[in-house]
């Protein structure tokens, strides 16, 4: 029996291409609305807008499209996804959603995580796995960056979704 291969997305960025492996089974929404958004283009020409070496690197912000830098961070589709935590932990490599104080805030942003994170287990909704290209994250987690966690230099990505 042939197994069918999972919806999976390739974030390409100048350092490389990271290649995520979906969770379904435990954030059916949120890799929809993942899925979504990227199919859409929101994600195209976004940058890593906040990056913590020994923690995560952080993006999917559409107002990084935007010069106006006092804006990052702060952006989303307009919409929400209810929290779907579960007991996958915050280990390297986990890609989970980034949301504000409500758990059920969850947009657009989303992080990758560089160093396991267990203080995040519970909090955040875990969608997917890198399965590929870590080391892009480690170069772009690695970058000079200003006082809010900006990196100096822009690291554009362009988001696929493989079916």
């Given at each position: 029996m042939e197994e069918k291969k999972a919806p999976r997305a390739i974030i390409e960025t100048k350092y490389g291409e990271m290649e995520i492996k979906f969770y379904p089974e435990t954030a059916p929404?949120?890799?929809e609305n993942f899925m979504t958004l990227a199919k859409q283009g929101l994600y195209d020409g976004?940058?890593?807008h906040r990056v913590i070496p020994g923690f995560m690197i952080q993006g999917g912000d559409p107002?990084?499209?935007g010069p106006d830098k006092s804006t990052y961070g702060m952006g989303g589709p307009g919409s929400n996804v209810k929290a779907e935590f579960s007991n996958i932990p915050h280990k390297r490599g986990i890609v989970s959603m980034a949301r504000s104080q409500s758990?059920?805030?969850a947009g657009s942003q989303f992080f990758i995580v560089v160093k396991d994170s267990n203080f995040l287990d519970g909090q955040y909704t875990v969608f997917g796995e890198v399965v590929r290209g870590m080391e892009v994250a480690d170069k772009i987690v690695n970058l000079p960056r200003d006082r809010r966690d900006l990196p100096n230099e822009r690291v554009d990505m362009k988001v696929k979704?493989?079916?």
């Open positions: 929404k949120h890799v976004t940058i890593f107002n990084t499209k758990p059920d805030s979704i493989i079916e």
